[in-house]
């Protein structure tokens, strides 16, 4: 959408640096450019993992929506994430690789093809580019020679950054948690506990898989540093949006803006002083968590979730994204089968409303909606809609709130069924569910242990539709008890006749 597209909400965004929503405008006029942490490529993104994903791309669909161009960052982390959050142990690809017997470049290969394919199955806009942490090792060696002088010290172990060295280190955790870092397995000869490893040394006598030569010796960069430099180096400091999970608000981002304000005060010749308050982006947000029942999910406890396994078990990969977007993202949402089951009827609904709607269709308007063409043209019934909608985006991307107004415009009667496709493909665009290429079909995936296939289900419920029309209560209460032994839930009433599902 253009700009001359303007919708009239204002655009307010949750920052996190300020603990409040704000009136949204790009430091570029029409043009927003934003970074998004992006996976550790050791293992299969979990799907709390991915609802930052989903999160960053509701985020970007918005900003396309109130007419504004987007340059999107996702980085691809293929080093120095360690298995905790210490700065001592192992990193979390170089434990992989030895597990799997495989090599870093393989797993990582491996990983981000997979996060990709997720990225893709749950329709999220592609990233302008996706950096990949090794290919900027020269660049992260140059940012930490700029800010050793001032801002770092030498163990054996590494190079450290000297929280104690910027003015308001921890300001974005709400203040610095010395205990929350004292927690994290201690180094020897930190100076402060919540100092961390811009550079770590190779031990002496071991060979890493990646390693690459620096001014400190051999060894390979920390975590932190690969996004203040990937961010400096794509976007320039300071760009309007860093986005990331909630978990990163505590340390991750810290580091990165305790850094950032070094490079900062160093490139500019500022005093350390002045760097106060400069974050290297206007907006930090952060997308709360996915939790199920036993806590947080996470890829290191294991037994996590993917995309993949919602596939096998013949869970359309939109239905998840309809779960995310059915809560304001900075809430908690917990994961049950039960709940992604309930987002895979009403996306079936909202599927089959449109299937409906496109049969009765007869010009082919609404392939391109115009939100201009949309305000100046729609039906009476239809225009307060389109408001409110823009409204609950624009307020901190409330999809809860847009989701019902997309419903009530399906099933509106008495107006023109082009113009309300038209709306429909709008509020599509920001929502991202591909409802007007989506079919009843397509929905229906067979789960991997799936006893029956979808034709075998049809047979047997015509049968048992003959059953019913010559009453024969008993054959039809057999054929549905059938069924639901080998994983069929036959639902008798449904009044958009989607009549049988695999129960999960
Ligand atoms: P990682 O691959 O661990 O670096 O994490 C990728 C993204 O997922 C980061 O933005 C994390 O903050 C986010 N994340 C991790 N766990 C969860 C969770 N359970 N729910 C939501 N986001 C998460
Ligand atoms: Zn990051």
Redesign the pocket.
């Known amino acids: 959408m253009s700009e001359d597209q303007h919708i009239a909400a204002p655009l307010r965004l949750f920052n996190s640096v300020t603990r409040s929503t704000e009136s949204f405008a790009p430091i570029e006029q029409g043009h927003v450019r934003v970074y998004?942490?992006?996976?550790?490529?050791?293992?299969y993104?979990?799907?709390?993992?991915?609802?930052?994903?989903v999160?960053t791309d509701t985020l970007r669909r918005t900003l396309l929506w109130k007419g504004l161009a987007v340059t999107h960052i996702i980085n691809i982390?293929d080093v120095g994430?360690l298995t905790s959050d210490a700065d001592a142990g192992d990193d979390k690809m170089e434990a992989a690789a030895r597990a799997q017997a495989k090599s870093i470049w393989d797993i990582a290969a491996h990983y981000t093809d997979a996060f990709k394919s997720n990225v893709a199955a749950l329709n999220i806009i592609a990233p302008s580019e996706w950096t990949v942490a090794t290919d900027y090792v020269p660049q992260m060696i140059a940012f930490a020679e700029k800010i050793a002088p001032h801002h770092c010290y030498e163990l054996e172990t590494g190079l450290y950054f000297d929280s104690g060295t910027v003015p308001d280190y921890g300001a974005l955790a709400g203040g610095r948690d010395d205990a929350a870092h004292a927690r994290i397995d201690p180094v020897a000869g930190k100076r402060n506990a919540s100092d961390f490893a811009i550079w770590r040394k190779s031990p002496p006598g071991e060979q890493r898989q990646m390693e690459w030569d620096s001014p400190w010796g051999k060894g390979a960069p920390g975590w932190h540093l690969e996004c203040s430099v990937m961010s400096q180096a794509r976007l320039g400091h300071p760009f309007d949006i860093h986005?990331?999970?909630?978990?990163?608000r505590e340390i991750?981002h810290p580091n990165e803006i305790a850094q950032n304000q070094a490079f900062h005060a160093a490139c500019c010749g500022e005093p350390d002083a002045a760097t106060a308050g400069f974050t290297g982006a206007r907006w930090w947000m952060?997308?709360?968590?996915?939790?199920d029942r036993q806590g947080?999910?996470?890829?290191s406890k294991g037994g996590f979730t993917t995309l993949f396994s919602l596939i096998d078990a013949g869970i359309h990969p939109l239905a998840y994204r309809l779960l995310c977007l059915g809560a304001h993202y900075r809430s908690e949402?917990e994961f049950s089968a039960e709940g992604v089951g309930a987002a895979l009827t009403r996306l079936k609904r909202l599927v089959m409303g449109v299937e409906a709607l496109k049969a009765r269709a007869e010009g082919v308007t609404w392939q391109s909606p115009r939100l201009d063409f949309l305000r100046a043209n729609l039906h009476p019934k239809l225009a307060p809609l389109l408001e409110q909608f823009d409204a609950a985006i624009s307020d901190d991307l409330m999809t809860p709130r847009a989701l019902p107004l997309l419903e009530e415009a399906i099933a509106l009667k008495k107006v023109p069924v082009d113009e309300k496709l038209c709306l429909i493909a709008a509020f599509d665009f920001a929502l991202g569910l591909n409802l007007l290429t989506l079919n009843r079909a397509d929905l229906r995936l067979q789960s991997k242990d799936a006893q029956i296939t979808p034709e075998e289900i049809e047979a047997e419920l015509d049968r048992r539709q003959s059953a019913r029309a010559s009453k024969d209560f008993a054959l039809s209460d057999e054929i549905r008890d059938a069924l639901a032994a080998r994983g069929v839930e036959v639902m008798d009433g449904d009044p958009l006749r989607w009549d049988w599902r695999l129960s999960l």
């Not at 986005?243 to 990163?248: F, L």
């Not at 952060?286 to 939790?291: E, G, I, Q, R, S």
């Open positions: 998004s942490c992006g996976p550790t490529v050791y293992n993104a979990h799907l709390g993992n991915l609802r930052a994903y999160f982390t994430h986005t990331g999970g909630i978990d990163h991750h952060h997308n709360n968590f996915l939790v947080k999910m996470s890829k949402l």
